[in-house]
């Protein structure tokens, strides 16, 4: 699978589409300096001209809005969660590192994991390795709006947790998230790593999703968890 093709995948068809680049600070921090395009054809193409070039290269899971003023901070801005267009896929971060209990020690438990999340959804997500851990994507046939994306996520949070899975819960909520890119490379690694696709995923329609998690979630008698804004009820 090329760059493109798992953008196609991922990404909505409305809004435009960020590739970030990934700037290391002197005081150890990342900057990040954002393009944005209205094809997934023009973002892939800069990502992986990109990533020639040595850069190191992320996109936002989702689409967003032009460029606007943030008159508090006093400058523009584009990749927030206020200014989200369109949303296509949920997702799930599978962090890999033997001395931090909320990570996966080896990278077979996580996939095992990913595995186990797949099967009780009955549901086929695309799975890529970031050069590290993990990324898990359950995809939509159409866009939908970041209050449909958010309801669907924190059905999702409800699983995962119930089932003890370590899905990174920065990561899972952020309708505002950027991650690695099939065909670019995780150049926290030396020699860097490519991003490779595991399994290709289904794109399904809006209702088998919504209602595969709600089918779990009932039969298993799982309970809501917070999110960053309040527990989404289950029914």
């Known amino acids: 699978m090329g760059t493109q093709h798992f953008l196609d995948l991922i990404l909505p068809d409305e809004g435009g589409k960020i590739i970030a680049l990934a700037t290391p600070t002197k005081n150890g921090g990342v900057w990040f300096k954002y393009k944005r395009y209205n094809s997934t054809e023009d973002a892939a193409t800069a990502a992986t001209a990109f990533d020639d070039e040595g850069e190191t290269v992320y996109f936002a899971v989702n689409s967003f809005n032009g460029w606007y003023l943030d008159e508090v901070k006093g400058k523009k801005r584009i990749r927030t969660q206020e200014n989200v267009h ?27 994991d990913i595995i186990r ?15 590290g851990g993990y990324h898990c994507y359950f995809s939509l046939d159409q866009d939908v709006d970041k209050k449909t994306w958010e309801e669907l996520s924190a059905l999702k949070r409800n699983v995962t947790t119930h089932l003890g899975i370590k899905a990174d819960r920065a990561v899972d909520m952020d309708s505002a998230r950027i991650l690695r890119p099939v065909g ?3 150049r926290k690694k030396n020699p860097p790593v490519e991003v490779q696709l595991i399994k290709e ?35």
């Open 117 to 131: 999340l797949a099967t009780v959804l009955k549901l086929t997500p695309t799975i890529t390795s970031s050069g």
């Open 184 to 186: 670019t490379h995780n």
């Open 201 to 235: 995923g289904k794109q399904y329609p809006l209702e088998t999703i919504r209602n595969r998690l709600k089918e779990y979630i009932k039969a298993n008698k799982v309970i809501s968890v917070p999110t960053k804004n309040k527990a989404i009820p289950n029914p």
């Open 86 to 112: 369109s949303c296509r896929s949920l997702f799930d971060d599978f962090d890999v590192g033997s001395d931090d209990p909320k990570k996966y020690t080896t990278r077979k438990e996580a996939l095992a």
